[in-house]
């Protein structure tokens, strides 16, 4: 079957770097979006990865590991409106479509 | 903001009514999506469109139909509303059908349907 793991819930303190991992086992990979989304309001894209590395993008960098299917999102010099729930969705081949995760709600402390 | 417009903003109606959500994509873009967010959930897809034609369905109910017209609007329909029905519901587009590696999906800001 096709499958996104991200864990549930994390917690980080403001001004402090967090990782936030996606496994993923799937037919076929054709790209790893990440997507934030802040409580009742809309998925925004933060970024794409297809091939192995790290993409960077101010505070928030990501990266892919196709041989062991797994990406990771990291974000420095954290702030209070980070909090929010972080999606990692893959687009498989068989379909074209995206594979969504349930998502990792992050929480910011002072 | 994405580009992406969604009306209404929120709905709240009974159960056993039927209601129509539309969507409008950002401009220039072909393929539409729905998405249905219960709440604490992830998102689930319903469906696709890209330039009027279904092009993809997921997990969406019988008594759940969708249409994109010409001027490239969606409009998706519930009917039969149950309870389990309340959720987010929210519509994406994209430039291509999906099939481009780069093909991303921007989101519009939902419709929120209340069943009573």
């Known amino acids: 079957g096709q499958n996104i793991d991200q864990p549930t819930e994390m917690t980080a303190t403001e001004g402090a770097i967090v990782q936030i991992n996606c496994t993923y086992q799937?037919?076929?990979?054709?790209?790893l979006f990440w997507y934030q989304q802040h409580a009742g309001e809309a998925p925004t894209f933060l970024s794409y990865?297809?091939l192995d590395g790290l993409e960077e993008k101010g505070r928030f960098s990501s990266f892919l590991s196709r041989s062991k299917g797994y990406s990771y999102l990291l974000l420095k010099e954290l702030q209070m409106k980070d909090s929010a729930s972080y999606l990692c969705?893959?687009?498989?081949?068989?379909?074209?479509?995206?594979?969504w995760g349930a998502g990792t709600k992050l929480i910011i402390k002072p | 903001d994405s580009g992406v417009t969604q009306t209404p903003k929120h709905l709240i109606t009974a159960t056993g009514q039927r209601v129509t959500l539309r969507c409008s994509p950002r401009?220039?873009?072909?393929?539409v999506y729905w998405y249905q967010q219960s709440l604490d959930q992830g998102l689930q897809f319903l469906i696709q469109?890209?330039?009027?034609?279904?092009?993809a369905k997921g997990n969406i109910l019988e008594r759940f139909s969708a249409q994109q017209f010409p001027d490239l609007h969606s409009e998706l329909n519930l009917s039969s509303l149950e309870l389990g029905d309340s959720a987010l519901y929210f519509c994406?587009?994209?430039?291509?059908?999906?099939?481009?590696?780069?093909?991303?999906?921007?989101f519009g800001p939902g419709t929120r349907l209340t069943v009573l």
């Open positions: 969705a893959v687009r498989s081949d068989s379909n074209y479509q995206l594979i």
């Open positions: 401009s220039g873009d072909l393929s």
């Open positions: 990865n297809v």
């Open positions: 469109y890209y330039n009027g034609e279904e092009r």
């Open positions: 994406a587009s994209s430039a291509a059908t999906g099939t481009s590696v780069t093909d991303t999906q921007y």
């Open positions: 799937t037919s076929g990979f054709n790209g």
